[in-house]
């Protein structure tokens, strides 16, 4: 983000490196241990996570999406009925039911007393995924070896309400936590 002299965004506030910047390993001090959340993410995703697809919402329009009745064709190859090009990536990430207390308050998504979102999950990645909120996630079936079976078969789709980027004290993004719920299978 600060090799290059442009700015990414219009609002970005450029500033120099610092020393805190070219530290790749202490980042956050928790008494006299020395924590790298990057690195201790990697860690989770790599001994519990699973390969997911990242359907990132292109901005453009398909040219089956109509701009006097503002539709799209639902039976479109392209855009799967959505009206918007997609791209899909694949990315390891580790869901976990809403229902958790912990999650849910980090989250701030309450539930009455005895009430269940099974609906409601919410899906962790690394700090360079940056995921949108027009993204859609797709969970696909996975082989022994656990790549993407070919064909791929959707699973689950699940679409992102909430986006949350964890940062250190100095800005760094550290892992991105989507809050989402199950979005419908097929077309209706």
Request: proline share 6%; charged share 25%.
């Amino acid at each position: 983000m600060f090799d290059t002299p442009a700015r990414a965004k219009p609002w970005h506030v450029r500033r120099p490196p610092t020393a805190v910047d070219a530290r790749t390993t202490p980042v956050s001090r928790v008494g006299a241990a020395i924590i790298d959340l990057r690195l201790e993410m990697d860690k989770i995703l790599m001994d519990h996570g699973h390969l997911v697809y990242l359907r990132r919402a292109m901005s453009r329009r398909c040219g089956c999406y109509n701009e006097v009745t503002k539709e799209s064709v639902q039976t479109c190859p392209q855009c799967t009925g959505t009206g918007w090009l997609y791209q899909d990536e694949l990315h390891l990430t580790r869901r976990m039911p809403v229902t958790d207390p912990v999650v849910a308050a980090l989250m701030e998504q309450r539930s009455p007393v005895g009430l269940v979102g099974v609906d409601q999950s919410v899906f962790w990645f690394k700090y360079d995924v940056n995921p949108g909120i027009r993204d859609v996630i797709l969970e696909i079936t996975l082989g022994d070896d656990g790549q993407p079976t070919l064909p791929v078969q959707i699973e689950a789709i699940w679409n992102i309400g909430q986006l949350y980027d964890a940062r250190d004290r100095n800005g760094r993004v550290e892992f991105w936590a989507c809050w989402v719920r199950r979005g419908a299978m097929g077309k209706e």
